[in-house]
Structures are given as C-alpha cells and as structure tokens.
C-alpha cells in the first residue's frame, strides 16, 4: 500500500554541505522531517557534487518518513560558471554581461536532458539559448538549431 503524501519541499542546497542550520533546519523542522537523517543522506549521496548548488525535492509522508530527489545545477548556475559572470545582466535586452558558446550550450543541454520536458538534444539547447539570453549572454557562432 502507498503512503499518503503530506506535503512537498522544493530546497537549493550545495552539494555536500547540508546542515540544520537556516534555511533548511526551518523548512523540514515545520514538516515533522528529521533533519539530521535528511542532512547525512543527502550530503552522502551528493559528496561527488560538492559545492554545486543542486536543486532537491523532498517528498514528506503523513508518517514523518521522507523520499528526495536531487536534480542536476540550474541552467543559469552553469550558464554563470561558463561565462565567468557573478549574475545577469539588469537590461538583458539592452547591456550585454558576457558570452557563450554553442558548444558550451550543447553541454549545459546534454547535462540537463533528465531534468528538462524535452524530447529532442535540440529543442533542450533552444531553452537553454533562451536563459542565456534572458540573462544578458551572447552567443557566438551560428545556431546548430535546425530552422522550420
């Protein structure tokens, strides 16, 4: 038989470095979560990813018992880290903080395929193309994207 499902915790936390402390001591101490247990399994599971931050969904059951699923860096995380910028630009469409790649947008893609609603290497580049773009990125070179 299913558990029942009390509730959903959507955190970005680092990689490896989960603690009690604020934010996430807060967040699943008001949910009935044992944040210790929470905080050894998660940093044991991502010790490989270690300072990255990783989005996590933390599935909460009516008997206090807990599921989590860590996700893969956030498209804009990569996308400053590829760049060498420390946040996006105020005016994207007007003041333009760095540049990109296709080939390095590829990669971000590739990385992001499990976590994306995406069918196709293509239209995954095409969002992260978008949030490049939102973000005041350029990108170099001429579109792989396959033009209708």
Known sequence: M??????VVKLQIKGGAA??????GPALGAKGVNIMEFCKQFNARTSDKAGKVLPVTLTVYTD??????????????????????KSGSPESNRKKVG?????????IAEDKM?????????????MVAGTAR???LTIEGESPLKKK
């Open 19 to 24: 603690n009690p402390a604020p934010p996430i």
């Open 134 to 136: 939102s973000m005041g």
């Open 99 to 107: 540049q990109v790649t296709w080939d390095q947008i590829k990669a």
């Open 114 to 126: 499990p976590d994306f609603n995406a069918f196709t290497l293509d239209s995954a580049m095409s």
């Open 2 to 7: 299913a558990k029942e499902i009390g509730a």
């Open 64 to 85: 206090k018992s807990f599921d989590f699923v860590v996700r893969n860096t956030p498209v804009a995380i990569q996308l400053m880290d590829v760049s060498k910028i």
